[in-house]
Structures are given as structure tokens and as C-alpha cells.
């Protein structure tokens, strides 16, 4: 298994286009987040699926973010109309549920790093 | 609310002796405690985790130790590496209303330097 691959690495766009986000989790893994980092700060949750359902959305996650994950594969994350306050890594993690109570460690992939003009 | 805190933006050691890492935490409901390193260009890579029933727990020259009454906990690494050198971000879930720990709050991390 290569890990969770996120693709592009790096976008460049002009204020006011959408851009997209694919992730790819590990196939195993039925659980999907979307995280979001800015310089100095740590990764802030933005939404999670557990297959194909989105059961939560940080309040982070204006109405120009909206995420999917048909069949419960891979996810996309679009931005419409991106800001410049949108520039930032985006981060896709994986994880399973484990059948006994764990730690729900997450594998996060190399991420997305979008730069708005 | 910063929920989970590091207080600590950054860290420098020698290599071989002892870098400590160390963490705060609000929200007492609480009861996993994980620990990840991110070198630049990477996502974060898990390193050790701890349950809020534990005080300790080690892997290799990772330990992390847990005071639940300070709500504080630390990360040592024995002995440091110059390959140690990352962000090391401290981060804790709690279980939801169904039983299972799923989202993870995470600190603003600390930049560790190991100089050989």
C-alpha cells in the first residue's frame, strides 16, 4: 500500500477561481478527514466521513468549501470562489475503525498546498 | 478555544542527551493523547500514543508521560537524534455520543532541533 495520496501537491490560483483536491486513503482505512494548515499553527479538523457518509463539518467549512467521497473511496474537497484567507496546506488522513476501543491514529498524507493571488 | 496547547514554538538539544516536549490540554473528556512528527513536505507521521488510564507509556526512545491532574503531558526522546529534528504536534480525541474516538484536536506543535 503507498500510504494516502493527495493530489495536486501545490496549486496556484487567481482569487475567485474553484479549485479541487483529490485524496486517496489507504484502501482499508473507512474513515476520511479533511484537515487544514496554516504557517505556526497546527492541522484543524474540517469535515470526516465514515465511508461514504459526511457525519461532521468543522464551522471552518464556509459554504464555498464542499467535500465528497463517492463510494467511499476516494474524496474531494472543492473551494468556489477561493479568498486569499483560503491559502493554506490542506491535509486528507485516513484511519479504521477499530473493532476493540484504541486510539484512532490517523495517516495523513503529504498534502495540498494551495496558494491564492 | 485552543483546546490542546504547546507553549513551546520551539526546542534545541545536542544530540544524544534528552529533548522533552511537553503539552497542556482544557477539555478533561479527553482520553487519547497521541503524539505526531512532521518533517517539511510531509504530512504528520504518528509516533507513540497514551490512554487517559495510563500515566506512561514507551516505544524504543519514545516515551510519553501523562499527568491527568495537571491535564499535561510530555513527550521524551532518549537519546536525541539529529534526525529527530521536525514539528512534533501533541494532539487528543475524545469519544463521540457512539463510543468511538475519531476527530483529533491538535496543538500548534514545537520545531525540536537536535545539533550533532
Known amino acids: 500500500d503507498t500510504g494516502v495520496s493527495q493530489d495536486p501537491r501545490h496549486k496556484i490560483t487567481k482569487r475567485g477561481q474553484n479549485v479541487t483536491f483529490r485524496c486517496d486513503p489507504i484502501s482499508e482505512h473507512n474513515r476520511l478527514y479533511w484537515y487544514r494548515q496554516t504557517l505556526g499553527q497546527g492541522p484543524e479538523f474540517l469535515t470526516y466521513f465514515q465511508n461514504e457518509a459526511q457525519l461532521e463539518k468543522s464551522r471552518l467549512l464556509s459554504d464555498r468549501f464542499s467535500a465528497e467521497r463517492p463510494k467511499g473511496s476516494f474524496s474531494t474537497l472543492e473551494i468556489q470562489r477561493t479568498e486569499q484567507g483560503d491559502s493554506a496546506m490542506y491535509l486528507c488522513?485516513?484511519?479504521?475503525?477499530?473493532?476493540?476501543?484504541?486510539?484512532?491514529?490517523?495517516?495523513f498524507g503529504a498534502g495540498s498546498r494551495l496558494t491564492v493571488l | 478555544d485552543q483546546q490542546v496547547k504547546q507553549n513551546s514554538p520551539s526546542l534545541s538539544v545536542q544530540e544524544g542527551r534528552i529533548s522533552i516536549l511537553n503539552c497542556d490540554y482544557t477539555?478533561?473528556?479527553?482520553?487519547?493523547f497521541l503524539w505526531y512528527k512532521k518533517y517539511p513536505a510531509e504530512g504528520p507521521t504518528f509516533l507513540i500514543s497514551i490512554s487517559s488510564i495510563k500515566d506512561k507509556n514507551e516505544d524504543g526512545r519514545f516515551t510519553v508521560f501523562l499527568n491527568k491532574s495537571a491535564k499535561h503531558l510530555s513527550l521524551h526522546i532518549v537519546p536525541s537524534q539529529p534526525g529527530d529534528s521536525a514539528v512534533y504536534f501533541c494532539a487528543a480525541s475524545r469519544q463521540n455520543s457512539g463510543g468511538s474516538n475519531y476527530k483529533l484536536t491538535f496543538g500548534k506543535g514545537t520545531l525540536l532541533t537536535v545539533n550533532p
Open positions: 477539555n478533561s473528556m479527553f482520553d487519547y
Open positions: 488522513a485516513s484511519s479504521v475503525l477499530a473493532e476493540h476501543s484504541g486510539a484512532n491514529v490517523l495517516t
